[in-house]
């Protein structure tokens, strides 16, 4: 039996090593991942319109596609990470897009970050179409797509979430399903929301500590074993010295942008508002990082909003 197991566990693993992936959105996230699928053996077919983008994953080993409608026609599995919902609904649902032209069967995995009425609509138009569809997106910033250690938080059927599960193993570390259809896309932006406001609170005390006489390392020592511990102090401090791999000690360049927060922050806003959720510090931090964000923050690494806290930007 145990022979038996083995033997099919290989094979299956023959079948995914023989995929043919198209990937649509090769920026700073979208380029390592669709690397790794490369490196994993697979066939992968890009396509964006940046042609640095479509040579960087060529030199990679993965080929370009010269248009959406053919990398959908020749894929089995089709990845996707573009910057908006309205990106999304034209790429999978309009004339010449993905619906229109994949096999029934594909699997779609979509690993942007959009609003979730907007990944309703294309799930359930994929659904119409009879192809499988997850919402993946993802936690982890650009070291975490090119190291393969993501976080996937993923909305949709039961059997769609075991198709793209595969795929989504060779990108990622952690693999969540949340739920139904448009439920990846809730969970990432509440996760945000509570990334966004615990890094303004974290900031907010290294500066009264600077006000106070307080030494940084020994607020970071005494509060990443107190009451005060949370990632934004342990993992990512945002002033320099307690966390060496943290932004703070690299100039703030983003490992996650000031301006994708504050993307991420009013998508929280927007579902808030359509539930009928009270966010009121998360409405607060939407507001900070839209300030920040217009008052030179925009390219800097979210962390960075400690310095217009401290009033030096």
Not at 240 to 249: D, E, K, R, Y
Request: charged share 15%.
């Amino acid at each position: 039996m145990q022979h038996s197991s083995q033997t099919a566990s290989a094979f299956f693993r023959r079948i995914v090593m023989s995929t043919r992936i198209g990937f649509i959105g090769l920026g700073n996230m979208g380029g390592p991942m669709a690397a790794n699928l490369v490196k994993a053996g697979h066939e992968v077919l890009g396509f964006d319109l940046s042609e640095a983008a479509l040579g960087a994953l060529e030199a990679a080993g993965g080929k370009r596609a010269a248009s959406v409608a053919e990398l959908a026609a020749a894929a089995d599995v089709v990845v996707s990470m573009l910057p908006a919902g309205a990106h999304v609904r034209k790429i999978y649902m309009e004339e010449g897009g993905i619906l229109e032209n994949a096999k029934p069967g594909t699997i779609l995995i979509d690993s942007s970050t959009i609003d979730v009425d907007s990944a309703r609509a294309v799930a359930s138009a994929a659904a119409e179409k009879g192809m499988s569809m997850v919402d993946a997106p993802v936690s982890g910033g650009v070291g975490g797509a090119t190291a393969g250690t993501l976080t996937f938080m993923v909305g949709g059927p039961d059997e769609a979430f075991a198709k793209a599960k595969p795929y989504l193993d060779i990108m990622g570390k952690n693999i969540v399903h949340a739920g139904g259809a448009g439920n990846g896309q809730a969970a990432k932006i509440c996760n945000n929301m509570i990334l966004g406001i615990s890094m303004i609170a974290v900031s907010e005390a290294f500066v009264l500590a600077e006000r106070l006489g307080l030494d940084a390392q020994k607020l970071f020592d005494i509060s990443s074993t107190a009451s005060g511990q949370c990632w934004s102090l342990t993992s990512y401090c945002p002033v320099p010295g307690p966390v060496p791999t943290s932004p703070a000690n690299n100039d703030y360049k983003p490992g996650f942008a000031a301006e994708m927060m504050l993307k991420d922050l009013k998508l929280a806003q927007e579902a808030a508002g359509s539930a009928g959720a009270a966010t009121p510090l998360g409405a607060e931090a939407s507001v900070l990082y839209d300030v920040f964000c217009k008052n030179g923050g925009q390219g800097s690494d979210f962390s960075a909003i400690v310095n217009f806290l401290r009033g030096t930007r």
